[in-house]
């Protein structure tokens, strides 16, 4: 089995930064894909960045720009430098590992943004 553990939310100001950490244990085959998602109270899910073990990255429109998803796959940890936070970034954010065969979810991160 695979743990996935966020780290770095918290309550910022709007404009500030804030980054996301996700850690992986396991048994972690090294293709895989790595991405951020976030759900606000009320909200559906919402696929925020994605991250590929080959290098490649996507971003959703919303945070396009102000947003960096970024890997160190030696540690088995994506990142999330999330700049120019604004009120409607607030939500938890979750971290998923998919591997051929399997996925994985973190137990999520409060990021609180504020005017």
């Known amino acids: 089995q695979v743990q996935l553990v966020e780290s770095g939310g918290g309550l910022v100001q709007a404009g500030g930064s804030l980054r996301l950490n996700c850690t992986a244990s396991g048994s972690i085959f090294r293709i895989n894909t790595m991405t951020w998602y976030r759900q606000a109270p009320g909200k559906q899910r919402e696929l925020v960045a994605v991250a590929t073990s080959g290098g490649s990255t996507n971003y959703a429109d919303s945070v396009k720009g102000r947003f960096t998803i970024s890997r160190d796959n030696a540690k088995n940890t994506v990142y999330l430098q999330m700049n120019s936070l604004k009120p409607e970034d607030t939500s938890v954010y979750y971290c998923?590992?998919?591997?051929?065969?399997?996925?994985?979810w973190g137990q999520g991160t409060q990021v609180t943004v504020s005017s």
């Open positions: 998923n590992l998919r591997m051929l065969t399997s996925n994985y």
